[in-house]
């Protein structure tokens, strides 16, 4: 759905920056614990980490399906007209992306967890029921593949932040500012 309007709904700006939020903390979170830390030396405290980790994370699957719900029903602002059709293709194509990182990777976040006999929980409050049982054969499946699609999804939010600061400081045009301000 296409907008007259030059700025995102209130409600689109608050869900963009509020997983943006939780995106990027549990994005860091879950880099440290995978790499920093270890069962041998740190033990308990990586468990912890690894808690909070999902606690975040599995968030944004809720999110998400309010947030893909709401694209849906509510006009997004057209990007500029100094922009190529191509240009526009790879913007689109990125959100898209961004869209399916945001599935895929608490998807795959939870099937690694009880596929290891682990539970998801959500926000230290209730635990998302488990759909698979403790199961080796997917772990090794659905571990990698959370790993390599956390790092591909952790280089489309480094291009999509440069896009978007390309555009507001070079360009200087207003998409920046569409999911920052309201029509006064
Ligand atoms: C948007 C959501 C998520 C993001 C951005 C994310 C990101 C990451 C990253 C960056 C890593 C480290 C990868 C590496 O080793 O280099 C990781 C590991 C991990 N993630 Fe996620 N994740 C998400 C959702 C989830 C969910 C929902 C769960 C489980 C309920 C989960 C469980 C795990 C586990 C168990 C690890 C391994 C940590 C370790 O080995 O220390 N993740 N994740």
């Not at 405290?45 to 893909?68: D, S």
């Not at 057209?78 to 526009?88: N, R």
């Not at 593949?145 to 291009?159: D, E, M, P, R």
Request: one cysteine or more; a positive charge.
């Amino acid at each position: 759905m296409k907008n007259t309007s030059q700025y995102y709904t209130r409600t689109a700006q608050m869900l963009h920056w509020l997983m943006a939020a939780i995106f990027i903390a549990a994005w860091c979170i879950g880099f440290y614990s995978g790499n920093f830390l270890s069962y041998d030396v740190d033990g308990s405290f990586k468990g912890q980490v690894i808690t909070l980790h999902k606690n975040i994370a599995t968030t944004i699957l809720f999110l998400v399906m309010i947030r893909i719900f709401w694209r849906y029903t509510h006009p997004v602002p057209a990007l500029p007209d100094s922009m190529s059709p191509l240009m526009k293709t790879f913007a689109h194509l990125g959100h898209f992306a961004l869209y399916l990182m945001l599935l895929a990777l608490p998807i795959t976040g939870c099937l690694f967890s009880w596929s290891a006999g682990h539970p998801a929980p959500v926000l230290y409050l209730f635990e998302i029921p488990r759909l698979v049982q403790d199961d080796p054969d997917l772990l090794a499946i659905v571990k990698p593949v959370h790993i390599y699609l956390s790092w591909f999804a952790g280089l489309l939010v480094i291009g999509h932040i440069a896009a978007a600061l390309k555009h507001h400081f070079i360009d200087k045009d207003n998409i920046l500012r569409s999911m920052t301000r309201q029509a006064k």
